[in-house]
């Protein structure tokens, strides 16, 4: 029996940003991984080639078996961080288990110029991340999805745009 597949750090990128515009059949392919669903099950859901379609996005990073799954918070596996590049350590700072100090007026302003700050410099292609900023109940909640910005403003905007949001938005949740 195959184990089932999961979408790794950049998977779910290119399902918030479509940051590669992969084509519509891995697309879909990629939208069905779940964590659940092994190889067979998902060549009865895939149009086409299913096979072809799981290899591509294993060999492109953005899916994973659990069988070499990397554990929890080890973040993007080694095909996926040499597709993707890897950031300073500096750059962004690590979740902290201690409150940020923000109270729930200042998380909502926050939220709320992320959003605008990120459409304004990247247009719709941001519309599912900047959902899942909107949802982040707390700044620990909040805070990898201003690293999945960051890099996404890295990748299609270069590093002074990103290290200009790090330094406004990054650090105000880091700090």
């Known amino acids: 029996m195959q184990l089932p597949y999961r979408k790794t750090a950049r998977g779910q990128l290119e399902i918030d940003a479509r940051v590669d ?101 990247l247009g719709p292609m941001v519309e599912g991340l900047a959902m899942r900023i909107e949802k982040s109940a707390n700044a620990e909640q909040l805070l990898p999805h201003l690293q999945r910005a960051y890099q996404l403003l890295r990748d299609q905007r270069g590093a002074a745009m990103a290290d200009e949001f790090e330094q406004r938005f990054v650090a105000a949740v880091s700090v």
């Open 21 to 121: 515009r992969l084509a519509p059949r891995l697309r879909t392919t990629l939208i069905l991984v779940d964590g659940k669903r092994d190889g067979a099950a998902l060549a009865r859901l895939c149009p086409g080639d299913c096979e072809a379609a799981l290899a591509t996005l294993l060999a492109g990073g953005y899916i994973e078996s659990l069988a070499h799954a990397a554990p929890p918070g080890a973040g993007l596996l080694p095909a996926a961080a040499a597709a993707a590049p890897a950031l300073p350590a500096a750059k962004l700072v690590a979740q902290r288990s201690e409150p940020t100090g923000l109270d729930p007026r200042a998380l909502a302003q926050l939220r709320r110029d992320v959003v605008r700050h990120l459409i304004d410099r």
